[in-house]
């Protein structure tokens, strides 16, 4: 028998049952079968590797266990057992050319054709990611010295480009929640396999944590201009700042930490490229970056257009306490798959705490061309949508004055607070969600 740690999916469990005593500890191979006590199974050997996206299609002829959620969700399979088992056909994966049996139910006995906790690691750990080194990183001079609204036409024209052409790609925009419905599949058939009732999803962390990335002297002049919004509405936000691109004043980021808001690290000086270099190197840039920074209480990072590597995370886990570098799903933006997590829950990098971006930030929007109303209206269907899986609502805002350091897009982001306010949503910076996850709901994980 083969044991697997159920390291992500355990304590993710855990969270979601809102109970410890969840017994799952490993998934055991088909052939084990008659050992298992649990009644789930997996393939983990003899699976033909497997790199597609496929829909699930669900049996609704079976009342054993209700997956209409589950149903006609488009899931990333990495290996996939082609075998024929027994048993009846609960769910397919299927795209235009074939159908896969995916869940079998055999007696008392649940097989997946697929290893959920194999998929999580992959997509958490962003394995399909490739971040090609960028156009902008490669011009002779530093991208910002072309105006920001021609940068901002220029996205738009490369938007419009990539999602005429991203139809069938993985994570969907702007929801996926692949992970976190992994999650809850193998959650539901533990439950439903020991004849418990399915316990309803508790909601009731009402967590969103507001965030600006400060890239230019024109966004740092700006960023009054946020902050008498925030204090207007009584709320504190995370300013993050270039280290080496424009004058700092120190005092003035002193005296917003004092009045409780934080101020974390954006890159090195924003040209794209430290991503690239290697990890030693970007660990040095960042240590003298927090040690310039000495007056502030710096625990954050997020890095420039969200470009990441994996010497980025080898860095970053020896300097920062968390990193907010990766969206849950941004492919409307970027001519490439896998960009986006697929989870809108923290989780672990080796010691870093990532905490995906949530909600579609503001330059991607207007990349879009969306208005206002448009705006408003994707932030609150996607922050319903968050809570149905209790999660956590991540925003950042760009005060330069072609994002959102401007008359309507402020009384847009006004508006947006206003309607956390009315939601009873706790309002929160970066640092804040990040100790309450560690203190409140990571803690449950034996993984
Ligand atoms: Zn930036």
Redesign the pocket.
């Known amino acids: 028998m083969i044991e697997m740690p159920l390291s992500s999916i355990f304590r993710f469990f855990n969270i979601l049952c809102a109970d410890a005593s969840c017994p799952i500890n490993a998934f055991t191979e088909v052939s084990d079968l008659n050992k298992l006590s649990r009644g789930l199974a997996v393939f983990v050997n003899e699976a033909d590797p497997y790199d597609k996206v496929m829909r699930l299609e669900t049996n609704d002829q079976q009342s054993f266990i209700d997956l209409t959620i589950f149903n006609n969700w488009t899931i990333y399979i990495d290996y996939i057992n082609r075998e024929s088992v027994d048993g009846e056909v609960l769910a397919w994966v299927s795209n235009n050319h074939e159908k896969i049996p995916a869940i079998v139910r055999k007696n008392n006995l649940v097989v997946f054709n697929f290893n959920p906790e194999s998929i999580i690691h992959t997509l958490l750990n962003e394995s399909h990611y490739i971040q090609h080194l960028p156009l902008i990183v490669r011009l002779p001079l530093h991208y910002h010295y072309i105006p920001g609204f021609i940068r901002r036409i220029v996205l738009q024209v490369l938007t419009t480009y990539s999602s005429s052409k991203n139809e069938n790609s993985f994570p969907d925009w702007p929801s996926d929640f692949s992970v976190d419905k992994l999650r809850l599949l193998v959650r539901n058939f533990y439950y439903a396999l020991n004849k418990q009732n399915i316990p309803r999803l508790s909601n009731n962390v009402r967590l969103v944590a507001l965030s600006h ?1 400060v ?1 230019s002297a024109q966004g740092f002049k700006n960023i009054s201009k946020i902050v008498e919004v925030e204090r207007k509405m009584g709320v504190r936000s995370t300013f993050n700042i270039v280290p080496n691109r424009y004058a700092i004043d120190f005092n003035l980021l002193r005296k917003l930490e004092d009045e409780g808001f934080e101020i974390g690290i ?2 090195h000086d ?1 040209s794209g490229r430290l991503p690239f270099k290697p990890a030693i190197v970007q660990q040095k840039l960042l240590k003298d970056a927090v040690k310039s920074f000495q007056s502030l209480d710096v625990r954050g990072f997020r890095s ?2 969200l470009f990441r590597t994996p010497y980025l995370f080898e860095a970053l886990e020896k300097v920062f306490e968390y990193d907010s570098s990766v969206p849950d799903t941004e492919n409307y933006t970027r001519n490439t798959s896998f960009n986006g997590v697929a989870t809108c829950f923290p989780y672990y990098r080796g010691k870093l705490l990532e905490i995906p971006l949530s909600l579609p930030q503001d330059a991607v929007l207007l990349a879009l061309r969306k208005n206002t109303n448009e705006m408003l209206k994707i932030w609150i269907n996607k922050l319903d949508a968050i809570q149905t899986f209790g999660g956590m609502g991540v925003l950042n805002t ?1 005060p330069e004055p072609h994002f959102t350091g401007n008359k309507k897009m402020l009384a847009l982001y006004e508006k947006f607070i206003l309607h956390l306010k009315e939601k009873n949503y706790q309002i929160c910076t970066m640092i804040e969600l990040c100790r309450y996850w560690k203190s409140h709901l990571s803690g449950q994980s034996s993984g």
């Open positions: 990335d890239d954006h890159g924003h420039p257009s760009h």
